[in-house]
């Protein structure tokens, strides 16, 4: 696991959660199983936009983990305030 902490940039993760969940509540047409490919791509873009536009295998790695963490993350968040509640 150490080695993908390396890989989230906690502006990316952020981004891509807040833009996962809007796409969750608000967009009736897109289907779950889709979230996290949007979200992965939406890392990388924003990954790359925060380097300069610059696209190396290490912006894009970073990008996808942050992306496809923030659906984890997501998951989390999820599962805690459900188990909160009982």
């Given at each position: 696991m150490e080695f993908f902490s390396e890989?989230?940039?906690?502006?990316v993760?952020?981004?891509c959660l807040c833009i996962g969940y809007v796409i969750k509540k608000w967009l009736n047409d897109v289907d779950d199983k889709y979230i996290p490919t949007i979200v992965a791509f939406l890392g990388v873009f924003v990954a790359s936009w925060i380097h300069g536009w610059q696209?190396?295998?290490?912006i894009v790695l970073t990008g996808l983990c942050s992306g496809l963490a923030s659906t984890g993350m997501h998951q989390l968040f999820k599962q805690y305030l459900a188990g909160k509640n009982t």
């Open positions: 890989f989230i940039m906690p502006v993760l952020g981004v696209i190396t295998p290490e």
